[in-house]
């Protein structure tokens, strides 16, 4: 009995430690994925009252353990039953993607900007009407973001596992999206926090804590502008990344540009190094605007449609 109740212990350590040297393989390949998944959350929830940041934050949060709930056994129920699937499910969830990003620069081009002090403040008043609208509209699209985001993630851990017994994946599929999930928006969270950090500091009676306050307050709404650029960006090199992958001909066509590129003197590797992300962005670029002429063109012409 003793003898068997070792075994299973040393069984549970092995698959423990097996779990362990694959999560961290699988941290390292999602660890690009993860990096636009900071940006563009600490992106989606800037922008709303200072007092309801966290309670964003932590609504974004509920809804990505969400999406990782749903994400996580879909995804081991679709490999084992019809893996062709996951391509383009993750095609569609580009393509999405893109098109959010280039929404979010036309909207950038389109927005109405005030140009009096009372303008201004007629659209503030506007705005803090629609607060709650706002945010509800953030955690909306936050949590769509995530989705996309974490699909891709946990595709990309399946297949550092793929060899690997069905409770091995499990195991290491669901660390990854707690692990991933906790990490981004706790970092989400002080983001958005900097900027009453800084208040804080610049009040207190220390001349160093009040510099460091002051450069903290200077520093958050540079983070939140640069976030925002980032955010954007992330949205078509995520998307055009997923549909490069995807489609044959994009992905041989980027590592034949890489092997040629590579070739220049002295400049080459690190021209060969930036040609995939100018590939994928170029490509997320080019999707999102097909889409965007596409919805456009479905939102013009269904109402007539409807009518006749």
Known sequence: MAGS????????????????????????????????????????????RSEREIPVVWKVAKGSFVNKLILVPLALLISVVAPWLIN????????????????????????????????????????????????????????????ILSAEIVVISLGTVATATFMHKVSVLSIIAIVMTIGVYGLVAMIVKIDDLGLYLSEQASALKQSIGRGLLAFAPLLMKTLSIVGTVAMFLVGGGIINHAVPLLHHFTEDTVDHVELIPQVGNIIGALTPTLINLSIGLVAGFIVLIVVAGIQKFWPKSKQA
């Open 88 to 147: 383009p499910l993750l095609m569609i969830g580009g393509l999405f993607l893109c098109y959010e990003g280039v929404e979010k620069i036309v909207h950038m081009f389109h927005s109405k900007k005030a140009h009096s002090a009372v303008e201004a403040q007629t659209q503030l008043i506007e705005t803090e009407a629609d607060l709650l609208a706002m945010e509800n509209e953030k955690v909306k699209g936050a949590v769509r973001t995530d989705f």
């Open 5 to 48: 109740l070792l075994l299973l212990l040393d069984d549970i350590a092995t698959v423990l430690d097996d779990i362990a040297v694959m999560s961290k393989v699988a941290a390292k390949k999602t660890a690009g994925v993860l990096g636009d998944d900071l940006a563009l959350n600490a992106q989606q929830v800037s922008g709303v």
